[in-house]
């Protein structure tokens, strides 16, 4: 069951990508600078990325010159990173995450910078306004605030009878306004949750036992670049430690995880790859407004419930864009 989802613009009129791409000026090379905290890996988002920028006429190798830097989860590095990047004078840096951009915010207050996905950027200090950030920062937010939080514990709730503890996975770097959100709504469910930041891939058989002897009923994933690359096996402890569990992005549900509620994070980057343009085009970044999700869609792993021995109830599955079967 699939209804069709998509982003809009919550802070500013910006137009879909176009089909067909404008012409480059003949000769010209542009530089863009490519930021993260974690490893050099294939992925969707970074295929979504790639191709959309195809579209619009810039290619790798022929008028588009790209420096990546990783930092592999050693987050002190990032600083070191983020001012070789800038080194370089690329005509736009793009990377995703606080911690990242936090880095460039730091690092240079010239050089464009495009946000793939950034949580809560005003509230982080990365920017002063959704609607004109008025710096070098623009792109993509991806949440839109308390609610959102709750929602997530309200459709845990729904799945789990009598779910009074909740596990949280803070991604390194995540921590800030959504702590405080989260135990808000989670008050207002009458749960408890316990808080466990992962910061490299070993950290995470370790979250799974301290959420066990906690007796936690389901857990939350905060997720950034260490649960991505292991969301596979985030999933498959899941159910071996019977946790349900919920996260933003679809993947985690396709990999195993009992539900996600989020964007499509695949159109967000494409997204990304439209500010991009913009600003090779002579756009400024503090011109162009954040764009924030106004659509989400629910994902339900019913193979997933089955492991763990849970009946979804019917007016769950009613809200569901997709049902994994």
């Given at each position: 069951?699939?209804?069709?989802?998509?982003?809009?613009?919550?802070?500013?009129?910006?137009?879909?990508?176009?089909?067909?791409?404008?012409?480059?000026?003949?000769?010209?090379?542009?530089?863009?600078?490519?930021?993260?905290?974690?490893?050099?890996?294939?992925?969707?988002?970074?295929?979504?990325?790639?191709?959309?920028?195809?579209?619009?006429?810039?290619?790798?190798?022929?008028?588009?010159?790209?420096?990546?830097?990783?930092?592999?989860?050693?987050?002190?590095?990032?600083?070191?990173?983020?001012?070789?990047?800038?080194?370089?004078?690329?005509?736009?840096?793009?990377a995703g995450g606080n911690l990242n951009i936090a880095a460039l915010k730091h690092a240079t207050t010239t050089v464009p910078?495009?946000m793939t996905y950034a949580v809560d950027p005003v509230g982080a200090g990365l920017i002063t306004s959704l609607a004109r950030?008025?710096?070098?920062?623009?792109?993509?937010?991806?949440?839109?605030?308390?609610?959102?939080?709750?929602?997530?514990?309200?459709?845990?709730?729904?799945?789990?009878?009598?779910?009074?503890?909740?596990?949280?996975?803070?991604?390194?770097?995540?921590?800030?306004?959504?702590?405080?959100?989260?135990?808000?709504?989670?008050?207002?469910?009458?749960?408890?949750?316990?808080?466990?930041?992962?910061?490299?891939?070993?950290?995470?058989?370790?979250?799974?036992?301290?959420?066990?002897?906690?007796?936690?009923?389901?857990?939350?994933?905060?997720?950034?670049?260490?649960?991505?690359?292991?969301?596979?096996?985030?999933?498959?402890?899941?159910?071996?430690?019977?946790?349900?569990?919920?996260?933003?992005?679809?993947?985690?549900?396709?990999?195993?995880?009992?539900?996600?509620?989020?964007?499509?994070?695949?159109?967000?980057?494409?997204?990304?790859?439209?500010?991009?343009?913009?600003?090779?085009?002579?756009?400024?970044?503090?011109?162009?407004?954040?764009?924030?999700?106004?659509?989400?869609?629910?994902?339900?792993?019913?193979?997933?419930?089955?492991?763990?021995?849970?009946?979804?109830?019917?007016?769950?599955?009613?809200?569901?864009?997709?049902?994994?079967?």
């Amino acid at each position: 069951m699939e209804r069709r989802t998509f982003l809009g613009v919550i802070a500013g009129g910006l137009l879909a990508a176009p089909v067909a791409a404008e012409a480059q000026p003949a000769g010209k090379v542009y530089r863009l600078g490519w930021l993260s905290d974690g490893e050099e890996a294939p992925s969707p988002m970074s295929a979504a990325f790639a191709d959309t920028l195809r579209e619009l006429g810039y290619v790798e190798g022929r008028n588009l010159l790209v420096d990546r830097r990783y930092a592999a989860f050693n987050y002190e590095r990032l600083p070191e990173l983020a001012a070789a990047l800038v080194r370089l004078n690329p005509d736009v840096i793009v990377a995703g995450g606080n911690l990242n951009i936090a880095a460039l915010k730091h690092a240079t207050t010239t050089v464009p910078v495009v946000m793939t996905y950034a949580v809560d950027p005003v509230g982080a200090g990365l920017i002063t306004s959704l609607a004109r950030p008025d710096g070098n920062i623009t792109g993509m937010s991806v949440t839109t605030g308390p609610e959102f939080i709750a929602k997530q514990l309200e459709l845990l709730n729904e799945a789990v009878p009598k779910l009074s503890r909740v596990g949280i996975f803070v991604q390194h770097g995540r921590a800030g306004p959504e702590t405080a959100a989260i135990e808000s709504a989670a008050r207002k469910l009458a749960m408890t949750v316990l808080f466990k930041d992962v910061r490299i891939p070993n950290d995470i058989e370790g979250a799974f036992a301290a959420m066990t002897r906690n007796r936690v009923g389901a857990l939350l994933i905060l997720g950034g670049s260490v649960t991505w690359a292991n969301r596979q096996q985030i999933a498959g402890l899941a159910v071996k430690h019977r946790l349900p569990g919920i996260h933003f992005f679809r993947e985690y549900a396709e990999a195993g995880l009992l539900l996600s509620y989020g964007i499509n994070v695949v159109a967000q980057f494409r997204r990304a790859a439209v500010y991009v343009d913009k600003i090779l085009k002579g756009a400024k970044p503090g011109d162009l407004p954040i764009e924030q999700p106004t659509k989400f869609e629910l994902v339900i792993n019913l193979k997933t419930a089955k492991a763990l021995r849970l009946t979804i109830p019917q007016s769950l599955l009613q809200q569901a864009d997709q049902v994994i079967e």
